[in-house]
Protein backbone atom coordinates (compact mmCIF):
# COMPACT_ATOMS: atom_id res chain seq x y z
CA UNK A 1 0.00 0.00 0.00
CA UNK A 2 1.69 3.68 -1.37
CA UNK A 3 2.52 5.76 1.94
CA UNK A 4 0.36 8.84 0.37
CA UNK A 5 -2.96 8.30 -1.63
CA UNK A 6 -5.27 10.88 -3.37
CA UNK A 7 -7.16 10.77 -0.43
CA UNK A 8 -5.06 10.63 2.29
CA UNK A 9 -3.36 13.70 0.86
CA UNK A 10 -6.44 15.65 0.16
CA UNK A 11 -7.73 15.26 3.66
CA UNK A 12 -4.46 16.18 5.19
CA UNK A 13 -4.11 18.94 3.50
CA UNK A 14 -8.22 20.20 4.05
CA UNK A 15 -6.79 20.20 8.19
CA UNK A 16 -3.90 22.07 7.55
CA UNK A 17 -3.92 24.22 4.69
CA UNK A 18 -4.42 27.50 6.52
CA UNK A 19 -1.45 26.82 8.39
CA UNK A 20 1.14 25.66 5.82
CA UNK A 21 1.40 28.76 3.85
CA UNK A 22 1.51 30.99 6.68
CA UNK A 23 4.75 32.91 6.74
CA UNK A 24 5.49 31.52 9.94
CA UNK A 25 5.20 28.15 9.01
CA UNK A 26 6.81 28.56 5.57
CA UNK A 27 10.02 30.00 7.51
CA UNK A 28 10.70 26.86 9.03
CA UNK A 29 12.27 25.71 5.40
CA UNK A 30 14.79 28.37 6.32
CA UNK A 31 15.73 26.36 9.70
CA UNK A 32 18.24 23.02 9.77
CA UNK A 33 16.90 20.59 11.91
CA UNK A 34 18.28 16.59 11.46
CA UNK A 35 20.92 16.48 8.54
CA UNK A 36 19.89 16.95 5.52
CA UNK A 37 16.45 17.61 6.78
CA UNK A 38 14.84 21.19 7.34
CA UNK A 39 12.29 22.24 10.47
CA UNK A 40 9.58 22.35 7.78
CA UNK A 41 10.08 19.01 5.79
CA UNK A 42 10.57 17.59 9.66
CA UNK A 43 7.18 19.43 10.66
CA UNK A 44 4.84 18.07 7.55
CA UNK A 45 6.48 14.53 8.13
CA UNK A 46 5.52 14.51 11.12
CA UNK A 47 2.32 15.94 10.87
CA UNK A 48 1.18 13.51 7.88
CA UNK A 49 2.77 10.35 9.87
CA UNK A 50 0.32 11.52 12.94
CA UNK A 51 -2.80 12.04 10.68
CA UNK A 52 -2.60 8.86 9.04
CA UNK A 53 -2.48 7.46 12.48
CA UNK A 54 -4.94 9.14 13.95
CA UNK A 55 -7.26 8.61 10.76
CA UNK A 56 -6.42 4.86 11.16
CA UNK A 57 -7.52 4.33 14.85
CA UNK A 58 -10.26 6.98 14.92
CA UNK A 59 -8.91 9.51 16.87
CA UNK A 60 -9.19 13.63 15.90
CA UNK A 61 -7.05 13.53 13.05
CA UNK A 62 -7.50 17.24 12.15
CA UNK A 63 -5.87 17.95 16.02
CA UNK A 64 -2.91 15.46 15.20
CA UNK A 65 -1.95 17.47 11.90
CA UNK A 66 -2.35 20.55 13.07
CA UNK A 67 -0.56 19.70 16.42
CA UNK A 68 1.80 17.44 14.29
CA UNK A 69 2.48 20.84 12.15
CA UNK A 70 2.77 23.32 14.72
CA UNK A 71 4.85 20.94 17.24
CA UNK A 72 8.52 22.66 16.26
CA UNK A 73 7.70 26.20 15.19
CA UNK A 74 9.93 27.37 17.36
CA UNK A 75 11.42 29.64 14.88
CA UNK A 76 15.05 29.64 15.59
CA UNK A 77 18.29 28.28 14.79
CA UNK A 78 18.56 25.00 16.75
CA UNK A 79 22.51 25.25 16.93
CA UNK A 80 22.57 29.01 18.64
CA UNK A 81 22.67 27.68 22.23
CA UNK A 82 21.87 31.83 22.75
CA UNK A 83 18.68 31.89 20.87
CA UNK A 84 17.06 30.44 24.32
CA UNK A 85 17.66 30.32 27.94
CA UNK A 86 18.13 26.94 28.89
CA UNK A 87 17.69 23.01 27.57
CA UNK A 88 16.27 22.58 23.53
CA UNK A 89 14.45 19.95 24.96
CA UNK A 90 12.71 21.59 27.27
CA UNK A 91 12.87 24.83 25.60
CA UNK A 92 11.66 24.82 22.09
CA UNK A 93 7.79 23.10 22.63
CA UNK A 94 7.34 26.25 24.64
CA UNK A 95 8.51 28.56 22.17
CA UNK A 96 6.42 26.35 19.90
CA UNK A 97 3.24 26.51 21.53
CA UNK A 98 4.12 30.55 22.01
CA UNK A 99 4.44 30.70 18.06
CA UNK A 100 1.64 28.80 17.47
CA UNK A 101 -0.72 30.66 19.80
CA UNK A 102 -0.20 33.39 18.10
CA UNK A 103 -0.75 31.97 14.49
CA UNK A 104 -4.06 30.25 15.46
CA UNK A 105 -6.36 29.35 17.69
CA UNK A 106 -5.24 26.50 19.68
CA UNK A 107 -7.53 23.92 21.35
CA UNK A 108 -6.58 22.35 24.87
CA UNK A 109 -5.80 19.19 22.93
CA UNK A 110 -3.34 20.90 20.24
CA UNK A 111 -1.56 23.16 23.07
CA UNK A 112 -0.70 19.98 25.08
CA UNK A 113 0.59 17.84 21.64
CA UNK A 114 2.84 20.72 21.44
CA UNK A 115 3.76 20.91 24.80
CA UNK A 116 3.94 17.41 25.43
CA UNK A 117 5.87 16.07 22.11
CA UNK A 118 9.11 15.20 23.56
CA UNK A 119 8.11 13.21 25.95
CA UNK A 120 9.69 11.42 28.22
CA UNK A 121 12.05 14.51 27.60
CA UNK A 122 9.36 16.79 28.76
CA UNK A 123 7.79 18.16 31.49
CA UNK A 124 4.10 17.87 30.40
CA UNK A 125 2.74 13.93 29.69
CA UNK A 126 0.66 13.53 26.68
CA UNK A 127 -2.84 13.66 28.08
CA UNK A 128 -4.76 12.56 24.75
CA UNK A 129 -4.18 9.77 22.07
CA UNK A 130 -3.63 12.58 19.63
CA UNK A 131 -0.86 13.54 21.56
CA UNK A 132 0.64 10.15 22.30
CA UNK A 133 0.20 9.60 18.58
CA UNK A 134 2.39 13.27 17.62
CA UNK A 135 5.06 12.36 20.34
CA UNK A 136 5.51 8.59 18.43
CA UNK A 137 5.26 10.38 14.93
CA UNK A 138 8.16 12.79 16.02
CA UNK A 139 10.14 9.42 17.01
CA UNK A 140 9.55 7.70 14.32
CA UNK A 141 10.36 10.38 11.75
CA UNK A 142 13.34 11.68 13.22
CA UNK A 143 14.69 8.16 13.20
CA UNK A 144 13.88 8.00 9.53
CA UNK A 145 15.63 11.32 9.09
CA UNK A 146 18.69 10.66 10.96
CA UNK A 147 19.66 7.44 9.37
CA UNK A 148 18.57 9.34 5.86
CA UNK A 149 16.17 6.96 4.87
CA UNK A 150 14.49 10.10 3.96
CA UNK A 151 16.21 10.32 0.74
CA UNK A 152 15.70 6.83 -0.22
CA UNK A 153 12.46 6.90 0.19
CA UNK A 154 12.02 9.90 -1.71
CA UNK A 155 9.54 11.82 0.90
CA UNK A 156 10.30 14.95 0.44
CA UNK A 157 9.17 15.42 -3.41
CA UNK A 158 5.85 14.20 -2.17
CA UNK A 159 5.31 15.44 1.57
CA UNK A 160 7.34 18.81 1.38
CA UNK A 161 7.17 20.34 -2.11
FE1 LIG B 1 10.57 18.97 18.91
FE1 LIG C 1 9.98 17.24 16.03
Not at 118 to 130: C, D, G, K, N, Y
Request: glycine share 2%; proline share 5%; hydrophobic share 45%.
Amino acid sequence: MPLITLSNRAAFLSCVEDLLHTPEVQSMRSLPHHPGVNCYEHSVFVAYVAFRIARRYHMDYRAAARGGLLHDLYLYDCRDASAHPGNQCLDHPEFALRNASTLTQLSDKERNIIQAHMWPLAVHLPRSREAWAVSMADKLCATVEVFQLWRRMKLRAVLAA
